[in-house]
Nanobody, 125 residues
C-alpha cells in the first residue's frame, strides 16, 4: 500500500535553514498535487505550502511566503520544502499531504486524501 514518508526534520537555531522531503513509497497514488501542513504545539493544523503539477499553481501561507519554497522532482515524484530564515514560530510537526486539489481548495486539508506520519521541526531562539 502506497504511503507518504517525510524526512528532514530536526532541531535548528533561529535563522538557520532546513529542507524537508516527502516521497511516495510502496506504490503509486492517483494524485495531481501535494502540500505541506504543520501543527504547532497546542494548536490546530495549518496550511504551509502546496503545488499542483497538472493545471499548475503554487500556494504559500502568508507566514512563510518569501522564506519557504516548495518544489517537486519530476523523476522521483518527491516533493521538498526548503525552509530558510527559520524562527521559533516555525516550530511544529510538519505533514506532507497528497491529493487532487483544485485552485479553490489547494490550501485546505480536506482536499488531500493521503497524509504522511509527520516530521518534527524545532527552532530554538
Amino acid at each position: 500500500q502506497a504511503q507518504l514518508v517525510e524526512t528532514g526534520g530536526g532541531l535548528v537555531q533561529a535563522g538557520d535553514s532546513l529542507r524537508l522531503s516527502c516521497a511516495v513509497s510502496g506504490g503509486s497514488l492517483d494524485i495531481n498535487g501535494m502540500a505541506w501542513f504543520r501543527q504547532p504545539p497546542g494548536k490546530e493544523r495549518e496550511f504551509v505550502a502546496a503545488l499542483r503539477w497538472r493545471g499548475g499553481g503554487t500556494w504559500y501561507s502568508d507566514s512563510v511566503k518569501g522564506r519557504f519554497s516548495i518544489s517537486r522532482d519530476r523523476a522521483s515524484g518527491a516533493i521538498y520544502l526548503q525552509m530558510n530564515n527559520l524562527n521559533p514560530d516555525d516550530t511544529a510537526t510538519y505533514y506532507c499531504a497528497a491529493g487532487r486539489p483544485i485552485v479553490s481548495t489547494a490550501t485546505t486539508a480536506r482536499c488531500y486524501s493521503y497524509w504522511g506520519q509527520g516530521t518534527q521541526v524545532t527552532v530554538s531562539s
